[in-house]
């Protein structure tokens, strides 16, 4: 599906849009460090520009309707300027990794203005040995993780040399600012194209009535689930408290291939293993912070992806979550990684991601007032601590301008009462870790970062004396 002009969101997108507060920034993105030189900045702009054709929504903005009927929709911003977007900035000396992590933080902790498209990217010079970095920074209802590595190919490259771009080479010429009775028209549009939706999945249901209603025994006793979570609230711990505008940022690097053979030593996934490893991070935290974790296990939002194979080429968020364990209260980091593995073994053979998209679903008729209720007992604290997503990266590497793409760690978000939020993802061998949290609430954050690299050390030391040890 084309990004038009005048498409209305969806409501997970929308809900983005609610949950945003003077506090609560509602974008993410990524740091990504480059070998050589940096570009010129024109040189830099220039790229951009060739390729903007690739992702129609980066022109695009917001609009509402005068009556507030339904949610927003994109347009053209017939005033779109690249150079608004595009920022220049420079490390002071010495360019150390201290000081880009904290010009990052400074960065992610600016809203985005949504008078204009809903991003920015920073090129910034000034790093030791001779390198340089890209801050990439979207809202989230532009983009979700997944989506995000396609919409890479504005910038990324394959090859050092890349092939010629294909276009028509026409200017781009933005739609004319639309008027209050054409976005009446456009939201009413995407109202009625969603009961069409519905009246076909009716008629559906009525030509084969026992599928349909497994899928609805299927639903109700997801949203059971969900319900079920929210009655049995997650703990309270240092991690939840009222944050500020202000934040600060850890990127740790680890190696994929690690997780890998901790996988292969004791079981479970990759994805079992990160949890494990953060569960780990966050027990020492606790004690440091001097909270007993005898029998305390933290509730973790983990996002997950139901966009198909033959839809990542298209905008909007196709996602919902579930809320995986992170058993602070064991010790032993192998039991630790077994009871994991068990644990999101049962959510994913629960209804809980089921139930998830069947609300979303419903929210296609919800009027904004109640679509930001919704959004806002999707995010509330008593459901989870913290944020941990895992974005699986391309294994090979990427160019921007015929320089290599050397390191990439991602960034989330902080909902409200959330002081931290960890992204992870995996590119060309490496498993990186972007940890986000309020400048006030964490100031040891580092001591989170520096946990994760310990509890992840120990798991590697365990796997290979199970590896060295005679059956």
Do not use: C
Request: glycine fraction near 8%; aromatic fraction near 6%.
């Amino acid at each position: 599906m084309a990004q038009r002009h005048l498409d209305r969101l969806t409501p997970v997108d929308a809900s983005f849009l609610h949950q945003e507060g003077p506090t609560s920034h509602m974008h993410v993105g990524g740091l990504t460090i480059v070998e050589g030189p940096p570009p010129s900045m024109e040189e830099f702009l220039e790229q951009i520009r060739r390729r903007l054709h690739l992702v129609p929504r980066y022109r695009h903005k917001l609009a509402h309707t005068a009556l507030d009927s339904g949610r927003p929709v994109w347009i053209d911003d017939p005033s779109f300027n690249v150079e608004y977007h595009i920022r220049h900035a420079a490390l002071p000396t010495p360019g150390g990794w201290e000081q880009l992590q904290s010009l990052t933080a400074w960065i992610f902790s600016q809203q985005l203005d949504r008078s204009k498209p809903l991003w920015e990217m920073w090129l910034i010079e000034g790093l030791q040995d001779d390198r340089f970095a890209l801050i990439s920074k979207t809202h989230h209802a532009l983009i979700d993780g997944i989506a995000g590595i396609d919409l890479a190919t504005v910038l990324f490259d394959l090859s050092p040399k890349p092939p010629p771009l294909r276009h028509s080479g026409r200017a781009w010429q933005p739609h004319r600012e639309p008027g209050a009775a054409e976005l009446l028209a456009a939201g009413l549009r995407g109202a009625v194209r969603t009961g069409i939706e519905l009246a076909e999945g009716a008629l559906d249901a009525l030509s084969h009535p026992d599928h349909a209603f497994a899928r609805a025994r299927e639903a109700a006793e997801g949203i059971g689930e969900i319900v079920w979570a929210g009655l049995n609230p997650a703990p309270e711990t240092p991690l939840n408290v009222d944050i500020g505008p202000h934040r600060r940022f850890v990127g740790v690097a680890s190696s994929l291939q690690d997780f890998k053979l901790v996988k292969n030593a004791f079981g479970g996934t990759v994805n079992d293993v990160v949890l494990t490893v953060v569960a780990g991070a966050l027990r020492s935290f606790l004690i440091s912070r001097g909270v007993r974790t005898e029998g305390m296990e933290l509730r973790a939002l983990v996002p997950v992806s139901v966009r198909a194979e033959d839809e990542h080429h298209q905008g909007g968020n196709r996602i919902v979550v579930m809320r995986g364990p992170l058993p602070v209260y064991i010790v032993d980091p192998i039991q630790r990684l077994r009871f994991v593995s068990e644990a999101m073994d049962g959510l994913k053979e629960s209804k809980q991601a089921l139930g998830a998209e069947v609300i979303a679903g419903v929210q296609n008729f919800a009027p904004p007032t109640i679509l930001a209720q919704a959004s806002r007992l999707n995010f509330s604290t008593r459901l989870f601590n913290l944020l941990v997503t895992n974005v699986p990266g391309p294994q090979f590497p990427l160019y921007v301008l015929g320089r290599e793409m050397l390191e990439a760690y991602p960034v989330a978000f902080l909902p409200q009462h959330h002081a931290l939020a960890i992204a992870i993802m995996s590119y060309n061998g490496q498993m990186n870790f972007g940890l986000l949290g309020d400048f006030d609430a964490l100031p040891d954050i580092d001591a989170i970062g520096q946990n994760i690299a310990e509890e992840l050390s120990r798991l590697l030391s365990l796997a290979r004396e199970t590896a060295t040890t005679p059956a």
